[in-house]
């Protein structure tokens, strides 16, 4: 029904060359038997194009398209084969949630998978495991099929905590605002945060087939960090400390 009345909303303002009113809401509300708190009513303009350009021109990088994901779940997410022939996606629950500089952040931490080349280098990465899955370790697929695809996905999904992790520190860095995206990530990831907050081990919310790492761990360490942040080398640091935050959940130092 929301997706009906959104649908609406923009065929009837925006489809025609018109900007949304607070007006035109509640008229498509009351066709679906809403009716709105005057008090309590809250309208908010988003500029998405300029925040996004803001976050490449920080990077350095040409200006990505930008694709809009009409629904309620906060993400964002990157594409592209370089870093200046990118494509950003940006959900309307992610505008909703957050505040304009908490989203310049987490779009920051999008140009920053751009900037570094992640999805050219994760790709490249599955597509060497198949191609070692059915040439030199054939042998130990067809000894244990299933154990190997746990073994190796769970490796891959490892190994992208690293790029995750450099590029909430490159967000850090270009954006400078370390802290606005820890609470960012804080109101997109509630529920999960809570859920690893309450559990009596951390060790399980490492090994899961994700390749962000645990939201605790993303939190703590932005909120650790001190501005300006300067790192010499993002991967290698992002990587150090994704491998400390593992053996923290083991009780290792």
């Known amino acids: 029904m929301i997706i009906k009345m959104k649908d609406k909303i923009y065929q009837k303002s925006l489809a025609v060359g ?17 009716t709105c708190n005057a008090d309590l009513r809250v309208s908010k303009v988003v500029d998405v194009y300029s925040i996004v350009k803001e976050a490449a021109g920080k990077f350095g990088v040409n200006m990505p398209r930008i694709a809009l994901s009409n629904t309620m779940i906060a993400n964002a997410a990157a594409t592209g084969p370089s870093p200046n022939r990118g494509l950003v996606l940006i959900t309307t629950g992610l505008l909703v949630q957050l505040e304009e500089d908490e989203i310049l952040s987490v779009i920051g931490h999008e140009m ?17 495991e198949f191609i070692l899955r059915f040439t030199i370790l ?14 190796a996905l769970g490796v891959i999904f490892f190994i992208a905590k690293f ?37 009596p081990t951390r060790f399980p919310t490492w090994l899961n087939f994700d390749p962000h790492p645990p939201i605790y761990f993303r939190i703590d360490r932005l909120e650790k960090m001190k501005t300006p942040v300067n790192v010499k080398d993002p991967l290698l640091k992002s990587a150090i400390d994704v491998v400390q935050g593992f053996k923290h959940s083991l009780g290792l130092k």
């Open 138 to 151: 054939f042998p130990v697929v067809v000894l244990s099929p299933l154990v190997y695809l746990i073994v």
């Open 163 to 199: 790029f995750e992790s450099r590029a909430d520190l490159l967000s850090a860095m270009k954006i400078g605002q370390p802290k606005v995206l820890a609470e960012a990530l804080r109101k997109i990831g509630y529920h999960r945060l809570h859920a690893e907050r309450i559990s």
């Open 112 to 128: 920053g998978h751009l900037s570094g080349r992640d999805p050219l280098i994760l790709f490249s990465i599955i597509s060497l």
């Open 18 to 34: 018109q900007e949304p009113t607070c007006e035109l809401g509640e008229e498509v509300f009351a066709e679906y038997g809403f």
